[in-house]
């Protein structure tokens, strides 16, 4: 996986303007099922599952330790889809991740310096493999979350939207 640089200091607008664009997606529904690739039920869940992560290892970070930052939950596609349907589909999934990403968006905005720049390992799975483990600021993994993961999901959920 090719290294980005992100901010260490994440920006909480950012954030809050990429959750509100993937909640709005949300809650218009009406997806299509995919050719290949995830459902809109499980890109949500998968954004669900990471923004919890975060939040919890943010959680850690302010009690002064340097958790693990990832999981393989976080992509197994049976996993999601089963989260989705405990959830309700997307209208439940839409409801937990307007809760969760309002925490994430409050850690993010309240971090300290030592936080932000507290480095984690930091462990990305994609398609059923372990792509990145490298030390990374917790500020920089949110900048990235916001900048770069919320943004790559919200053009997978406006693919699956009526009208693409």
Same mark, same amino acid.
């Given at each position: ?55 919890? #290892? ?46 994430? #968006? ?59």
């Amino acid at each position: 996986m090719a290294q980005f640089e992100w901010s260490d200091r994440p920006d909480p607008d950012e954030m809050r303007a990429s959750f509100d664009a993937m909640l709005g997606l949300a809650r218009q529904g009406r997806f299509r099922e995919p050719e290949q690739g995830w459902t809109a039920e499980q890109v949500l869940a998968h954004v669900l599952s990471t923004t919890e992560l975060f939040t919890a #290892v943010g959680e850690g970070v302010r009690r002064g330790e340097a958790p693990e930052c990832g999981h393989p939950d976080v992509v197994d596609d049976e996993l999601l889809a089963r989260r989705a349907a405990e959830l309700g589909g997307v209208a439940g999934l839409a409801d937990r991740l307007e809760s969760a990403s309002a925490d994430l #968006v409050s850690c993010a905005g309240s971090l300290t310096d030592d936080q932000a720049t507290t480095k984690v390992r930091f462990i990305v799975f994609h398609d059923g493999s372990q792509i990145a483990d490298e030390p990374r600021t917790f500020g920089s993994i949110l900048s990235g979350h916001a900048g770069f993961h919320l943004p790559l999901h919200i053009k997978q959920l406006q693919a699956l939207a009526p009208g693409e």
